[in-house]
Nanobody
């Protein structure tokens, strides 16, 4: 229902900055939550940052003060500004959209949509 495409990944330097972008195939104004996850080799996928439709944000402790998530509903994009990069930030970063879908029964169910991922590598 929603296609997500990440961009902006690549090679960064420790202490430097990168900006990731996620483009959605349709309006994201009705998507309840969007976020960025990352997965390093041999590690579990973890939430990096999330932002609600109301603009409320949350961050993993490891990135607080360094990363900033934002959304632009007019452009159907979500971005992750990454500053003060560290080698441990190296991972594949995935854009996520979570939408609460109403059912005919009157109940609601959450659906998750994922981008293909973009590699971020931070050199020491």
């Amino acid at each position: 229902q929603v296609q997500l495409v990440e961009s902006g990944g690549g090679l960064g330097q420790a202490g430097g900055s990168l900006r990731l972008s996620c483009a959605a195939s349709r309006s994201i104004s009705s998507i309840n939550d969007m976020g960025w996850y990352r997965q390093a080799p041999g590690m579990q996928r973890e939430l990096v940052a999330g932002i609600s439709s109301g603009g409320v944000t949350n961050y993993a402790d490891s990135v607080k003060g360094r990363f900033t998530i934002s959304r632009d509903n007019a452009k159907n994009t979500v971005s992750l500004q990454m500053n003060s990069l560290k080698p441990e930030d190296t991972a594949v970063y995935y854009c996520n959209a979570r939408q609460i879908v109403p059912l005919l029964s009157g109940e609601y169910v959450a659906h998750d949509y994922w981008g293909q991922g973009t590699q971020v590598t931070v050199s020491s």
